[in-house]
């Protein structure tokens, strides 16, 4: 069974700060996708991973995937208020022959001024 | 505007109801996928679709039943659905399956009264 675990689930921080969102799986996987959700809104694509020491950053924000450890994660850097939202990582794997996709519970990020 | 619109945007039905909740994409992609998002679970994913065939289905039950009659276009028809089935229902597309990014539409919210 495909297992996706993300920590923390909530978090609260400062502008200006840098913080990490770890993403956690429990089998063997060939990619990882990281998503971002604004409350009421839909899921907006941010990153997909598909090979073990793929980086990939987009302004303040840059994920990891280290397959060998299965845990992929999401920095921030130097905070801004505009990246509070729900973030939500994926994993993906061929599992007796059939593709699962298993989403994290999410880490809801709140930035403070 | 991720150019997948879901239609339609709330609905609430009675257990005895048959409704059907409608995604479409002009993005030219062929993988079309149907997810739930339940208030306290994971983000799940339900159905997908590849050049209009389904090739997955995460052990659904029969009350919900998906149409994909061509790859613009996925329905997903709803029959004497029990209240725990109220949720935000996302449809996503992509070029192709699992390798490349997905587009959320902005989601049905089901209330099932």
């Known amino acids: 069974e495909l297992k996706v675990e993300q920590n923390p689930l909530f978090l609260s921080m400062q502008e200006g700060k840098n913080y990490t969102i770890y993403c956690n799986y429990s089998?063997?996987?060939?990619?990882l996708y990281w998503y971002r959700q604004d409350p009421g809104k839909s899921l907006e694509s941010l990153f997909v991973l598909l090979s073990n020491g793929a980086v990939k950053q987009e302004g303040r924000l840059m994920a990891s995937l280290d397959t060998k450890a299965r845990l992929s994660t999401l920095h921030i850097t130097a905070a801004v208020h505009d990246l509070s939202a729900t973030y939500f990582c994926a994993v993906g794997a061929l599992i007796q022959g059939a593709q699962k996709l298993v989403f994290g519970q999410g880490t809801r990020l709140t930035i403070n001024p | 505007e991720t150019g997948v619109t879901q239609t339609p945007r709330h609905l609430v039905m009675g257990m005895t109801n048959k409704k059907s909740l409608k995604c479409e994409q002009h993005l030219g992609h062929n993988a079309m996928y149907w997810y739930k998002q339940s208030a306290k679970k994971p983000l799940e994913l339900m159905f997908v679709y590849n050049f209009k065939e389904q090739t997955e289905n995460n052990s659904v039950p029969s009350r919900f039943s998906p149409e994909c009659p061509n790859s613009s276009h996925l329905f997903l028809h709803l029959h004497t659905l029990q209240p725990e089935d109220s949720a935000l229902y996302l449809c996503a597309s992509s070029p192709a399956p699992w390798d490349t990014e997905a587009f959320f539409g902005q989601g049905t919210r089901l209330t099932v009264v």
């Open positions: 089998t063997t996987s060939d990619r």
